[in-house]
């Protein structure tokens, strides 16, 4: 099947996630061109990644990363953040999460929304997280159970349907993505967290023919 344009007719849109960083290893880069477009985007995250930190406390990890996530978030135009406390780590496909997620779209009344991918792995060798599939999965659910859902659900991952051209929007993304300094730094202790940064949007713009040399791709779940 052909790659699509991502659609344009919208003007807000929700990106729902399971931690903070979600969003900057995926979508920083289409965040920052739809905000500088004048669209408004908004951050959902069910945990405040309170156990990504080696050696920190989650009593001490939770608040700084949730500073990060919303220093992170202002740089590519978003200033919408809510937390849910749900536990990192933890996140499952529940009837509280999805209820959650339901009231919050709800709520909102986004056009689009945007979540994390729901697969079993990335590329071979390369699982991904329990907490993204169980999430995924619920947004996908939540979605379902919406008398009035919004236009589009779609989710950020490999083998797209959609691409965004966000060529002279990776800088923004390698901002954005740097602001989790500590988290970076506590990671990769060995690699600047800049240096990390840019290995990352680089990762997840690939090129795509006839799109740019910088995309970030969508895969579309549901649209009505």
Known sequence: ??????????????????HPDDPEYGVG???????AAGKTVRYALASRGEVGIAGMAPEEAGPLREEEQRRSAAIVGVDDVVFWDFPDSNIRDTSELRERIAETVT????????????????????????DHIEFAHAVAAAYDSLADPPAWLFENGPEPTHCEMVDGYTELAVSSLAAHEVYLSVLDPRTPVVEQAHRQVEMSTPASPGFGERTVGFILKRHR
């Open 29 to 35: 880069a289409a965040v920052a061109k739809w905000t």
């Open 107 to 130: 709520a909102m009344r986004p056009d689009v929304v945007i979540t994390i991918y729901s697969g079993p792995s990335w590329a071979p060798g390369a699982p991904n997280q329990r």
């Open 1 to 18: 099947m052909d790659i699509q344009p991502f659609p344009t007719d919208w003007q807000t849109a929700l990106v729902l996630v399971a």
